[in-house]
């Protein structure tokens, strides 16, 4: 009997070998069943068909499952396992046993009388000790069961999974078993999708469009793809394609454009492939060969029906009639909208022909926007859509109306003109257009405003009608009642009844509104302009007007403009806004000199800091970016937006020309300023916005280049980076050359802030004087009221209000009188001052002061108050009169400033020219005196003429200085600085020889020299400069005295036009006589006025001639007008004036900049040997005269050529009589012989003229072309 040591290892074995064989047959399950539903599911999902490709995953099967059972199952189990290994085992599993289990395992198969095994009690000792500590232990620890469990867990868990699997889909589960075991066999799988055509096409249009949707018959999700196949029937032959359907939703959808050929078609997905052909046979489509549609608008727009083209646009609520033609015979036709609905047509009795909308059939009217088309069905069943259309319903909107001008609110005087500038776009036609005004008059506390009288010129105004109630409540204006808020102030309730002037239909009573039609591609546009005089409508200061512009059409609708306002305010109150304006630009020049100034003195510390070797910093950083926020400050002054310069410069100029305030003088010297900055912003300032932005990038990356300790030092003390000092010598000429630039803008700036500081001191004399001559009219205006009730009465016959009236108009002109002479005190005063700070302006202040002591004006005045006092108004109008003109010449030396100050500059550089002709005359001898003296052997005669020859050079110091300082004055600095180095080496001369260096003296006598005449040529350069300028001045005012003409002259045309479009067979309307007359006087004072500045052209014949002959057709105009005609001659004979005017404009207009000039020498042959070369010298005042005057003479050439032609054209063509032929010819002979004279005198030299002026009477001859014959 086994000892009981025997039988635990025993059953120790028994558990391993069955744990062994659970394991192995837990692998082997897993991977068998693993791999079989791991290939069943890749068999599955690709559906392989392939018998390759099954027989190896067949394989792969078995071979997984052999692998696994060799490994996991026999190799294990042939393991031995005896008693003594098992014994070993244990012995490292329980240490308590030692080695002791072994030892007693071993001696346990040794028999007990063993002679080799050693002492038996020694063993049974060891057995029974071992027996006792095992009996104390459980050999079943030692086993570890837990891979085993894991291994079956696994194997049942894809047990589980396979049977899962089979339970729910038992069909495929077989399928995917039989298929393993047997891969050669043709077992397939179940079909899963059963693809069907939901919209099979069995015929089709030829041209149409196929589509076709694939689903699956069950409901079920589509494959991934869906592929169509098809086989087209070309004459060609069998031609077969396929293509991806594209997934909608459940369906998979394909499509063909424009079918051709008959073809079949089939799908494929999946594992369907089973779908049969279907043919689509391709027929022949009925078609539109023809299609005629009439749009006819609503009746309210009164336009005519006009054919449509197939894309319809048309106004909402028109009506179409609709004509076709089909190429086949049809059964029905209808008319298809996007919304669905479909008007059956009317077919002819052929089949062929149908229409809709017309008589007898529903209308059709356009309400809505949409497509349309047609749906034609043939007789044989085939239904074809033709190709779709757009139609597209424009509703018909209220006009839009924009209030351009005035722009904001305007501060007016009452009698200036405002310009109203109104753009009106409708998209069908504008039915009128007019302007509203509300007038507000000033009220105390309580008192109800007073509503604008209706004016008496002005029609009625219209009641609105409901439509523009609408539109005004709808937004499209503020109510008349509404408040605003503008400048700080609240605007006073206007009055509910506005006034109304309609402007179009241009109506009679208004003359000079012009219309522009600007191009659009549809409906009208109207741009209305007018200058609005408020002098008729006798508004009193404090007065408010609320504008706005009312448009309408035909509809009729109404559009409104936003409301603007004008606020009434005195004269004075005008010169007010006007110094304040002109006080504005001086503040706003100070600001910006200030900020460059700041910004240069930042770019100079860090130039110094470069300049001396400190290494740069972050201070250093933001130090030039200070300079740049600097740079950008001066910017924003001189540019904006906001208020800026250019924004005071442009409200200068609204105000003088809203005003009537004639003034051509500020607007070229605002001009001036505005090029003189744009100069300076696109040259200096854009160049320093430049070089700031690449300085700055380069300090930046040098500072972040720094590394931290380099950082924290620069930030701190004395160690710098080596990177920062590279950046300063990098930044060495950039900021040389910001500064340069810098200081160039701030020398332009002040200039411009002296020179309008200089202005703005002569225009407050001038607005004095103004005013002065303001009243002065007021007062001869009521001296002449007065005149006619007192005329020829004695004093003792006058009444008292008489008499009254007489002293207070006498006291009134000794007022005026008080008022000159202080003026005059005022004007004296400042002379000193002004010569100190500009000399020009202290010049034109002193001429006008002495024109006023030498006509004696203000004595004049007292002569004309006791005249008036004394009723002798004869006399005392004469006075008034006379000191009016003298007022208004003096003004007009004021006004005309640039004219009269070219002048003198001018007269002065020729002065100064002279004077330094003589100076360096003088200074050539003294330098051959100190020459011959220094040359004397005996050294007490040397001594005595040197001294002598350096008192002579100190006496030409001093004027040499102080024509330097003229010059300065006469803003001639280019020849004021030779001329101060000239008076300092006369200084030096002077001391040289004082000391009895005659070497010394000699040669700073002879820089004296040539530096007297680089002055001299310098000075003479500027003269030649400031003549043509003065007579680019005096071009330039000549040019838009005639501009101004020209635009009268063309008002006047346009006026006698709209007269004649009104006149009937019986001649003009009888309430139009009076705007006749009116006409006529306005056209016989155009032709007083050019004649008038033809004689004033006495040192230009030819601008005399064809201004001359400008008035001569203007006065012929005006006898036509005068007896009532406004047909072809009287407006012949303004054309012929406006076309010479327009000469006149053409020749007078300045040369573009960048022509070509004439060729000029290259340099004055007197330049002193070493000085700069001389610039390009300017062409003189007398050849620009000249210029012109070939200019305006070689169009009145082309002029007479084309007439010379077209008279022989009619004269062959027998149009003319032969008489007036003849007569026309010797005009025009006479024309050519006139115009003969007047180039050869143009062309020769000064007081060589072949032609003398003609007598002031008449001050151009001959007419420069023939006019049309006199009215008889």
């Known amino acids: 009997m086994a000892h009981p040591l025997q039988r635990r290892i025993a059953a120790v074995r028994r558990r391993v070998r069955l744990l062994m064989a659970a394991y192995g047959l837990g692998w082997l399950v897993a991977a068998s069943a693993g791999t079989a539903l791991l290939l069943g599911l890749v068999d599955y999902a690709f559906r392989i068909e392939d018998r390759g490709l099954r027989v190896l995953a067949t394989a792969v099967w078995l071979g997984v499952s052999a692998a696994t059972a060799w490994r996991a199952l026999y190799l294990p189990l042939r393991v031995p396992l005896g008693d003594v290994d098992l014994a070993r085992q244990l012995q490292q599993r329980f240490p308590a046993l030692g080695d002791h289990l072994a030892s007693a395992v071993e001696f346990l198969r040794l028999r007990e009388d063993d002679p080799g095994a050693g002492s038996a009690a020694l063993r049974r000792a060891v057995i029974h000790r071992t ?108 031609v077969e394609e396929e293509e991806l359907m594209r997934r909608f939703g459940q369906a998979a959808v394909a499509r063909r454009e424009v079918v051709q050929y008959p073809f079949s078609y089939r799908a494929e997905g999946g594992d369907d492939r089973a779908m049969p052909w279907h043919r689509v046979e391709v027929l022949d489509p009925p078609e539109l060969h023809s299609l005629e549609i009439m749009v006819i608008p609503p009746a309210y727009t009164r336009q005519a029906a006009a054919p449509g083209q197939r894309n319809l646009r048309v106004l909402a609520g028109s009506r179409l009639e609709i004509a076709a033609l089909a190429t086949k015979e049809l059964a029905a036709a209808a008319l298809c909208l996007e919304d669905g609905q479909q008007i059956a047509a009317t077919l002819e009795p052929d089949g062929l022909r149908f229409s809709l909308g017309k008589a007898g059939s529903p209308p059709v009217v356009v309400q809505q926007s949409g497509a349309y088309w047609f749906r034609l069905t043939d007789r044989q069943g085939l239904t074809c859509d033709t190709t779709r259309w757009d139609i597209r319903a424009v509703p018909d909107a209220p006009p839009s109306v924009t209030l351009e001008a005035p722009a904001n609110t305007l ?21 009128g257009v007019a302007l509203e005004s509300t007038r507000v008059e000033p009220t105390s506390a309580g008192e109800k405003p007073a509503a604008l009288p209706p004016a008496s010129a002005a029609p009625p105004a219209e009641k609105p009608s409901p439509e523009a109630q609408a539109a005004s409540s709808a937004g499209q204006g503020p109510p008349s009642g509404s408040s605003l808020s503008q ?41 209305l302009s007018y200058r609005w005089p408020l002098g ?61 100034r700041q910004g240069r003195s930042a770019v100079e510390e860090l130039r110094l800091r470069i300049r001396h070797g400190a290494e740069l910093d972050r201070s250093d950083l933001d130090r030039l970016r200070g300079a740049d926020l600097s740079q950008r400050q001066v910017s924003q002054a001189l540019y904006g937006p906001g208020e800026d310069l250019r924004g005071h410069i442009q409200a200068l100029l609204a105000e003088l020309t809203n005003n009537k305030i004639d003034s051509p003088d500020i607007q070229r010297r605002m001009q001036a300023v505005v ?52 950046a300063g010598q990098t930044l060495r000429a950039p900021l040389a050359e910001i500064q340069r630039n810098q200081d160039r803008v701030i020398a332009a700036l002040e200039k411009l802030r002296d020179e309008l500081q200089r202005w703005d ?33 004695e004093p003792q016959d006058l009444t008292p209000q008489d008499r009254a009236d007489l002293g207070l108009a006498a006291t009134r002109q000794v007022d005026l009188a008080q008022r000159l002479e202080r003026l005059q005190a005022d004007m004296e005063r400042s002379l000193p001052a002004l010569r100190q700070s500009d000399w020009l302006a202290a010049e034109a202040v002193g001429d006008a002061l002495r024109r006023l002591r030498d006509l004696r004006v203000s004595g004049q005045m007292r002569e004309a108050a006791a005249a008036v006092g004394a009723n002798q108004l004869g006399l005392g109008l004469g006075l008034q009169r006379e000191i009016l003109q003298q007022l208004r010449d003096v003004l007009d030396l004021l006004t005309n400033r640039r004219e009269h100050e070219l002048g003198r500059r001018l007269a002065r550089l020729h002065q100064a020219e002279s004077e330094l002709a003589q100076l360096a005359n003088k200074q050539q001898q003294v330098g051959k005196t100190l020459e011959a003296a220094g040359a004397q052997p005996d050294a007490n005669a040397r001594h005595r003429a040197l001294s002598e020859a350096a008192g002579q050079q100190k006496a030409l110091q001093g004027p040499a200085e102080e024509l330097a300082r003229r010059l300065e004055h006469l803003e001639a600095e280019e020849a004021a600085r030779p001329a101060a180095e000239a008076a300092q080496h006369m200084a030096h001369s002077s001391e040289a020889a004082a000391r009895q260096d005659a070497a010394g003296a000699v040669a700073s006598a002879r820089k004296a020299q040539k530096a007297l005449e680089e002055a001299r040529r310098r000075v003479a350069q500027l003269g030649r400069q400031s003549e043509a300028d003065l007579a680019k001045e005096q071009l330039a005012r000549l040019h838009e005295a005639v501009r101004v003409l020209h635009r009268r002259q063309e008002q006047l045309l346009r006026r006698t036009e709209q007269l004649h479009s009104q006149q009937t067979a019986a001649g003009v309307p009888e309430g139009w006589k009076h705007e006749l007359t009116e006409l006529a006087n306005q056209q016989k004072g155009l032709a007083s006025q050019t004649t008038g500045l033809a004689r004033k052209q006495e040192t230009s014949e030819p601008f005399a001639w064809a201004l001359a002959g400008a008035a001569q057709a203007m006065s012929t105009s005006a006898a036509w007008l005068q007896r009532g005609r406004v047909d072809d001659p009287a407006q012949s004979a303004q054309q012929v004036a406006i076309a010479r005017l327009n000469r006149l404009v053409e020749a007078l207009q300045p040369e573009a900049a960048g022509q070509p000039a004439e060729p000029k020498p290259a340099a004055a042959p007197d330049r002193p040997a070493g000085s700069p070369p001389a610039s390009r010298a300017p062409e003189s005042g007398a050849a620009l005269h000249r210029l012109a005057e070939l200019k305006l003479l070689k169009l009145i050439q082309e002029d007479l050529k084309q007439q010379t032609a077209e008279l022989d054209q009619a004269a062959q063509a027998g149009q003319i009589p032969a008489d007036e032929a003849r007569r026309r010819y010797q005009e025009i002979s006479q024309q050519q012989g006139r115009l003969a004279e007047l180039l050869l005198a143009t062309g020769a030299p000064e007081g060589e003229k072949p032609h003398q002026p003609p007598e002031k009477g008449d001050p151009s001859g001959n007419d420069p072309l023939p006019a049309r014959p006199e009215p008889p």
Do not use: C
């Open 411 to 431: 501060y007016v005087t009452p009698q200036a003109e405002v310009p109203i500038r109104i753009a009106v776009t409708d998209d069908l036609g504008i039915a």
């Open 131 to 238: 027996a006792a500590v095992a009996e104390r232990l459980d050999f079943a620890d030692a086993l570890e069961p837990r891979p085993v469990r894991r291994v079956l867990v696994a194997a049942g868990a894809i047990a589980l999974i396979v049977a899962a699997i089979g339970l729910a889909a038992p069909a495929a589960a077989r399928t995917a078993v039989v298929r393993l075991l047997d891969p050669l066999g043709n077992i397939p799988w179940p079909q899963k999708y059963h693809l069907v055509v939901r919209n099979p096409v069995e015929r089709l249009a030829r041209g149409q469009v196929f589509e076709v949707e694939v689903a699956d018959a069950d409901g079920k999700p589509l494959p991934p793809q869906v592929r169509i196949f098809y086989r087209i029937e070309t004459p060609g032959g069998i």
């Open 675 to 726: 090029a003189e900055l744009d100069r300076l912003g696109n040259e200096e300032l854009a160049a320093i916005a430049s070089q700031l932005g690449e300085s700055l990038k380069v300090l930046q990356t040098a500072i972040e280049e720094m590394p931290i300790a380099d950082a924290a030092a620069a930030d701190g003390a004395n160690p710098a980076s080596k990177t920062g000092s590279a």
């Open 761 to 793: 001191s002569l225009r407050r004399f001038h607005r004095d004087l103004a005013q002065l001559a303001q009243e002065q009219q007021e007062l001869a205006d009521r001296t002449t009221s007065t005149a006619r009730r007192t005329f020829s009465k």
């Open 487 to 527: 400048e700080g102030s609240a605007w006073r309730a206007p009055s509910p009844r506005p006034e109304v002037v309609e402007l179009y239909p241009l109506p009679a009573h208004l003359p000079g509104i012009e219309v522009h039609r600007p191009a659009t591609p549809e409906g009208e546009s109207l741009v």
């Open 536 to 596: 008729p409508l006798d508004l009193s200061p404090g007065t408010e007007l609320r504008l706005q512009a009312v448009a309408r059409d035909f509809r009729p609708q109404a559009g409104r403009s936003p409301p603007r306002h004008l606020a009434i305010i005195t004269p004075e109150e005008l010169a007010d806004r006007l110094a304040a304006r002109q006080a504005a630009l001086v503040a706003e020049l100070v600001r910006a000199i200030e900020l460059q």
